[in-house]
Every structure is written in structure tokens, then in C-alpha cells.
């Protein structure tokens, strides 16, 4: 079954308008959590490194005022979107895992994400 | 910096073709690799992994070799399905922090 679950799974709202994505590890605590971004057909970009009780490491050229993150518990990271525009739609998933040498991360289902 | 080319998509093949999706990093140091797959609209699954050369990852007849010497990991399977349709990524981490690094992905199309 799923081990990260990531909520909600599609999202359509208006531009100027805040959105939050959470993603929950189910059955095993996650320090670390990651945010990626995916246009269509292209690979997953990494946003950020997602780092429990203290502040997000972003990648280079992504806006830490825009993609705002917070992982306040083992078990819960969320991104929020703020004051999305029609640029921001995107597909954006989450992982968690991947600690110990070679273990795999486990990756969310995904947001759908849809600014009109 | 380390990176991860897989061969273009998309990849259309007929039921029970042989299949093989070329994977090549460039690694400052000695990653685990990984294969996923991405079906439509939905999040990635791990295929199979290698934590060091010559390691075989194998799972649901998918095989990856971790080359060394060629710097590869390629996907192979012998016979597949309709249902394998999917995107597939390799990606390769480190045991820091388990960033993974993506190639761009190859689109396999099986037809019946």
C-alpha cells in the first residue's frame, strides 16, 4: 500500500488565490521530505529539501517566498503556493525515505495543480 | 556536477517485444541507481535499484545492471506488456540526504 500520501490530488483555483499541498508519511517517521515539479512530458525538478523543525533548503532559482514549506512534524511536510498564477500550474509531487545508504525514496501520487 | 541522460522517447513497441531504455550518469562520487515508473496521472514507483557496480536490480521481469566501466544503467525486459505503458526515469542518489537526481524520462508505448 501507499507509505506517502500526498493531498489533495488536484487543485483548480483562481489566480491570486493560495494553495497548500500536504504529504503525510503513513507508516515510518521522515526528517528529510522533498517537493518536486513536473512540466508535461519533462523529468521532475527538485524544489526543495524539505527538513523537519527547521527551515527548507531550496534549489537554486526557486523562490522560497513563493513556495513556502514547512515541516512541522515526522509525519507531515506541506507546501503552499502563494498568491498562485496561471505560470505556477504544474504537476507537483512529493517523496519521503531515502535516509540510509541505497534506500529508496517512496513518492506521493502527486498534485495537479490548475490556475485559471 | 552529476547527472542522469536516458535515451529519447517516445518508445513504441509491439506486445512481448524485447525492451531496452538506455540510462548513462555522470557521478562525482558512487551513487546508488534507480529505475521508476510514472504511469499516467499518477506519482513514481520504484522499479528496481543497484547500490554498487555490478549490482542486478530485477523486479516484475524489468533487469538494470550497474555498469562502472561504462557508467549505465539500463533498463531491459524481455517480453513486454500493454500494461507496462508508462514513463520510465532512471535516477541515481547519494546516501546524504537521498536527493535523487532524474534523467528526463523515457515514454514507453506498448501496442497489442
Known amino acids: 500500500g501507499a507509505v506517502v500520501s500526498q493531498h489533495p490530488s488536484r487543485v483548480i483555483c483562481k489566480s491570486g488565490t493560495s494553495v497548500k499541498i500536504e504529504c503525510r508519511s503513513l507508516d515510518f517517521q521522515a526528517t528529510t521530505m522533498f517537493w518536486y515539479r513536473q512540466f508535461p512530458k519533462q523529468s521532475l525538478m527538485l524544489m526543495a529539501t524539505s527538513n523537519e523543525g527547521s527551515k527548507a533548503t531550496y534549489e537554486q532559482g526557486v523562490e522560497k517566498d513563493k513556495f513556502l514549506i514547512n515541516h512541522a512534524s515526522l509525519t507531515l511536510s506541506t507546501l503552499t503556493v502563494t498568491s498562485a498564477h496561471p505560470e505556477d500550474s504544474s504537476f507537483y509531487i512529493c517523496?519521503?525515505?531515502?535516509?540510509?545508504?541505497?534506500?529508496?525514496?517512496?513518492f506521493g501520487d502527486g498534485t495537479r495543480l490548475s490556475i485559471l | 556536477g552529476d547527472s542522469v541522460t536516458q535515451m529519447e522517447g517516445p518508445v513504441t513497441l509491439s506486445e512481448e517485444a524485447f525492451l531496452t531504455i538506455n540510462c548513462t550518469y555522470t557521478a562525482t562520487g558512487y551513487p546508488s541507481l534507480f529505475w521508476y515508473v510514472q504511469y499516467p496521472g499518477e506519482g513514481l514507483q520504484l522499479l528496481l535499484k543497484?547500490?554498487?557496480?555490478?549490482d542486478k536490480g530485477s523486479n516484475k521481469g524489468f533487469e538494470a545492471t550497474y555498469r562502472k566501466e561504462t557508467t549505465s544503467f539500463h533498463l531491459e525486459k524481455g517480453s513486454v506488456q500493454v500494461s507496462d505503458s508508462a514513463v520510465y526515469f532512471c535516477a541515481l542518489s547519494y546516501n546524504q540526504g537521498g536527493k535523487l537526481i532524474f534523467g528526463q524520462g523515457t515514454e514507453l508505448s506498448v501496442k497489442p
Open positions: 543497484a547500490t554498487k557496480a555490478d
Open positions: 517523496s519521503a525515505g531515502g535516509d540510509g545508504f541505497g534506500q529508496p525514496q517512496h
